[in-house]
């Protein structure tokens, strides 16, 4: 991007380098992660997710699935679509039979609701301990993709940062995944756990262009000792759009070069949620 030429290209009217075309698809369909408002949900679904198409989502990504009726009842009250949802992952990745017969289960109900998506949320303990452990979660991530796709459904892992950390001679738990998934077999990628071990969101986006399906926006706080594998991050960390350290312009451009299909903010902790949304969905407006 040295070049005038290519710098004229990129320029907006605004002069931004990455400035964001007015009909942006992901600023148009922003969707917003229902773990956000976890708390709000639980006292009053119906109410929340009104407010959340007031403030401008278009659409939600549900969490819990298959036991979510009340946030599937609530969207559609309040003319929210449902394309993705996070899951319940051991029917996944410790299958009780070889049909993976709890994971079929659970693709009925999500094609009878219309999804085109369904994430695997998170990993722990054994799974996460070493190489070997991820092996085996890509071994049956990649079988439950497939038996996904004749159901017309997109199967996708959830980052949070433990998934970067270096392992035996330096190969971390994602790089198996990124060598060990198959075609069908996808990424959602979480835009603040990259930063937080350390990396760039937008370069892995572009590494892995065709492959990444879905992206969690959220920004970091600044002045953490970064990388960070292991957690412990305080609540403060996680801010909304615009007020911590990772630039969101280039990320929606990789995405969009990169084939990404929905983009949902989250902010996993917030002292007033439905505040939080309305100022990221504004940032995101405005660039």
Known sequence: MRTTAATSVMLGQSGNLFALEAENSYRKNIGIQLYTLRKELGKDPVGTLKQVAAAGYKQVELYGFPNADPLIHGAKEAGLAINSSHFEWESVVNPKDAAFSDFQKILEKAKALGLSHLVIPYLKGEYIKDLDGYKKVAENANKAAAVAKQAGIELSYHNHNFEFAPKDGGKSGYDVFIEEFSEDMKFEIDVFWVKAAGLDPAALIKKLSGRVTQL??????????????????????????????IPMEPILVAAKAAGVKNCHVEQDQSPDALTSIKQSIDFLNKL
């Open 216 to 245: 969690h926006l959220k920004d970091l706080k600044d002045g953490l000792t970064l990388p960070n594998y292991a957690g412990g991050l305080p609540a403060d960390a996680f801010q909304e759009l615009g007020d911590g350290i």
